[in-house]
């Protein structure tokens, strides 16, 4: 019985590793992959002690009544935000601790979440497109702006797939993309039009605005380490950003003056 009592012990532990470390993957802020981490292992008769890093989480599962406990260092996987699966998961755990659930219905339940199909790349194309075209609209520029900065953001937005997808350092990525649509949009320079805004908004499509918000949240709620570290890396990618942009400033400079 001890045997048994062991091995569900490091398994719910191994369990709530994997699911800790892929909400913070995800884009979730520390306090909610915390209170979603204890939740499921109170749901089991277990207390959680965790920490949370920005590469990787500490966790540790105790059952008070043996003093048994078991360990888990875990990496945090680089994914790709998504607020439907942290909205999902996090509803897992208050469906574990509500109803009960067993292990095995936890993972089943757990894996049917993290493998549905992600949203089409051509899809988030189109929309980072329209959103960037709007965000011209909203600071002035007229309907060719927004045209060029359509096309121009379409552009950039594959680049940057494609390089992602072949695993190229992220702040290379966000230099080389935001260059290519800045450059792309330097197309309204010989244009009639608000070719400033055009150039100013072309690139907003890669401001990292989860990071910025979450490390704001984590500093707030006092888990100063993880917030300060995801403000250095989303200002690193605003630096990226603006490396980018400068080199098309660069190039057309005589044209702006």
């Not at 398994?11 to 800790?20: K, L």
């Not at 605003?238 to 400079?253: D, E, Q």
Request: a negative charge; hydrophobic letters at 45%.
């Amino acid at each position: 019985m001890e045997g048994q009592k062991k091995e569900k012990l490091s398994e719910v532990g191994e369990f709530i590793s994997e699911y800790s470390a892929h909400m913070m993957g995800c884009g979730v802020h520390t306090s909610r992959v915390i209170r979603s981490a204890k939740r499921i292992g109170e749901a089991f008769g277990y207390s959680v002690k965790i920490s949370v890093f920005q590469r990787n989480i500490i966790l540790t599962v105790v059952d008070e009544r043996t003093h048994e406990h078991h360990n888990e260092v875990t990496d945090i996987p680089g994914l790709p935000i998504s607020f439907e699966q942290n909205s999902r998961l996090s509803a897992l755990s208050w469906e574990t601790y509500d109803n009960h659930l067993s292990l095995s219905d936890l993972r089943s339940k757990y894996q049917h979440i993290i493998r549905q199909p992600v949203v089409h790349p051509f899809f988030v194309l189109i929309l980072a497109g329209l959103a960037n075209a709007s965000f011209c609209h909203l600071f002035g520029g007229d309907w060719w702006s927004m045209g060029i900065v359509f096309s121009a953001t379409l552009t950039g937005m594959f680049l940057k797939q494609q390089m992602t997808g072949k695993g190229i350092n992220h702040y290379l990525v966000f230099i080389v993309s935001a260059f290519v649509a800045s450059l792309c949009a330097s197309i309204a320079l010989i244009l009639e039009t608000t070719s400033e805004i055009a150039l100013a908004t072309s690139v907003l499509y890669l401001v990292p605005g989860v990071p910025l918000i979450n490390g704001v949240i984590d500093i707030v709620e006092g888990y100063i380490s993880t917030g300060f570290a995801r403000l250095v890396q989303a200002s690193l990618l605003i630096i990226c950003i603006a490396t980018g942009l400068s080199f098309t400033l660069l190039l057309v400079k005589d044209s702006l003056l």
